[in-house]
């Protein structure tokens, strides 16, 4: 059930959701919650409340202003002689779902002044407007965060990048040192083995 806006980018959805009981000076009645949204975006919506005679004037006022295929109501007729009893209320439920469906369906009446009045479309193209505005703003600030974010850790990698060089550069020299002091050490030790072989070698007698 979608109604084109008079800018003809937006899609609305109007449903009867649930029916209400109310007290009123005349007594209890019944108020059906129609729930209005866009189509692409369930969240930006709001439920204006009609009773069944604020349908039946719809109803009127359509066929009066010329539109043809005007739908019928559902009966106002309850079972048991009561218009409060829940069967009848759902059936009636069912029924109205059915009306609005072929008006929305219907493309001149979708864009009519009544139906747009009778559900204060007027009013929400104005709210639905701020609504995508600030879902706009919100989308910004997040890119702006996860911007924010990556920008923090690519300065933390840079970071950690620049300490292992410097680590690399530092250790560097005391790795030669030790690989310097290491065949240092060799040589020394060959020295030694070389002057202790030498030692224990037996001694020549040159003649007299």
């Given at each position: ?18 029916v209400?009981?109310?007290?009123q000076?005349?007594?209890?009645v ?10 692409h ?7 204006v ?10 109803h009127?006022?359509?066929k009066s202003?010329?539109f043809?295929g ?5 009966s ?16 009636r439920?069912?029924?109205l779902n ?9 493309p001149?009446i ?8 009778f559900l ?10 701020k609504l ?23 300065e933390?990698?840079?970071?950690l990048?620049a ?6 550069e530092e250790?560097?020299?005391s ?7 290491q ?12 002057k202790?072989?030498?030692?224990r070698?037996p001694k ?5």
């Amino acid at each position: 059930m979608l109604v084109p806006s008079s800018a003809g980018d937006v899609l609305i959805q109007a449903t009867v959701v649930k029916v209400e009981m109310v007290d009123q000076k005349e007594g209890t009645v019944a108020t059906f919650c129609v729930k209005v949204s866009t189509s692409h975006d369930g969240y930006n919506s709001f439920v204006v409340r009609r009773r069944f005679r604020q349908f039946d004037a719809l109803h009127s006022t359509l066929k009066s202003s010329g539109f043809k295929g005007v739908p019928d109501l559902p009966s106002k007729q309850g079972f048991g002689g009561t218009s409060k009893h829940r069967a009848f209320l759902e059936k009636r439920q069912t029924g109205l779902n059915t009306f609005l469906a072929a008006l929305l369906n219907d493309p001149a009446i979708a864009i009519s002044e009544d139906l747009r009045s009778f559900l204060e479309l007027n009013a929400a193209e104005q709210l639905f407007e701020k609504l995508q505005e600030k879902d706009q703003n919100v989308n910004d600030l997040v890119r702006e965060k996860d911007q924010f974010v990556n920008d923090l850790v690519r300065e933390r990698d840079d970071a950690l990048e620049a300490m292992r060089r410097r680590l690399a550069e530092e250790t560097s020299p005391s790795s030669s040192l030790r690989s310097q002091l290491q065949d240092t050490e060799a040589a020394l030790g060959e020295a030694a083995l070389e002057k202790a072989r030498h030692s224990r070698a037996p001694k020549l007698l040159l003649p007299a």
